[in-house]
């Protein structure tokens, strides 16, 4: 079954703007963690969240979790035309060997 | 490079054929992944091996017979497709369930068409 649900399903922005993804999902979780899927490619992880955090930084990427609302977001800042891919959350489902993707946005980045 | 090879890249069969796609990883993982992408549906997980054994199968139909011969290598071997079964086969591997973490390293996908 589906655990998350990205919102938008899809983003156009300008090189150096802000691009904000959002996931929602539905059961209680360990972690959140997101990954990136350039066109025909594999998945490549870029950032993970523990249940017990509410923000995250990796360079130019910021992750908030709420597990009250259940939901997460993905800030990618001053954007450039190679962030252009499409981006996943993902979440385990606790006490099984199972991570469950959300349905993406795909993020199209112009120069 | 994530350290997960998947081969062919790109496959084409008929429904009548059998093929086998490979996974080959060289990170020292325990756990190794089958998904499924196909277009406009998120991924599907198919299959999870731990430690060698098959601990998920997904309601994945017996045409899609999966293989793990150790705890580095992968099949999915595929016999009588259909049409809709073209998609892009991800494999993974991570360090298994008990790594707290979970994260997972994708291979490159095998693309495949089935006339």
């Known amino acids: 079954s589906q655990q998350g649900e990205e919102d938008p399903q899809a983003l156009s922005i300008q090189e150096g703007e802000n691009a904000t993804m959002n996931c929602s999902y539905k059961t209680s979780i360990n972690n959140l963690q997101w990954y990136r899927q350039n066109s025909g490619r594999g998945l490549v992880h870029l950032i993970l969240?523990?249940?017990?955090?509410r923000e995250k930084h990796s360079g130019r990427l910021r992750v908030t979790l709420d597990t009250s609302k259940k939901s997460s977001s993905l800030l990618i800042t001053a954007s450039r035309a190679a962030d252009t891919a499409s981006y996943f959350c993902a979440t385990p489902l606790i006490g099984t060997d199972k991570l469950i993707f959300g349905t993406g946005t795909r993020l199209q980045v112009f120069p | 490079e994530t350290g997960v090879t998947q081969t062919p890249r790109h496959l084409v069969m008929g429904m009548t054929n059998k093929k086998s796609l490979k996974c080959e990883q060289h990170l020292g993982h325990n756990a190794m992944y089958w998904y499924k992408q196909s277009a406009k549906k998120p991924l599907e997980l198919m299959f999870v091996y731990n430690f060698k054994e098959q601990t998920e199968n997904n309601s994945v139909p017996s045409r899609f017979s999966p293989e793990c011969p150790n705890s580095s290598h992968l099949f999915l071997h595929l016999h009588t497709l259909q049409p809709e079964d073209s998609a892009l086969y991800l494999c993974a591997s991570s360090q298994g369930p008990d790594s707290n973490t979970g994260e997972l390293f994708f291979g490159e996908g095998s693309r495949l068409t089935v006339l």
């Open positions: 969240i523990r249940s017990n955090e």
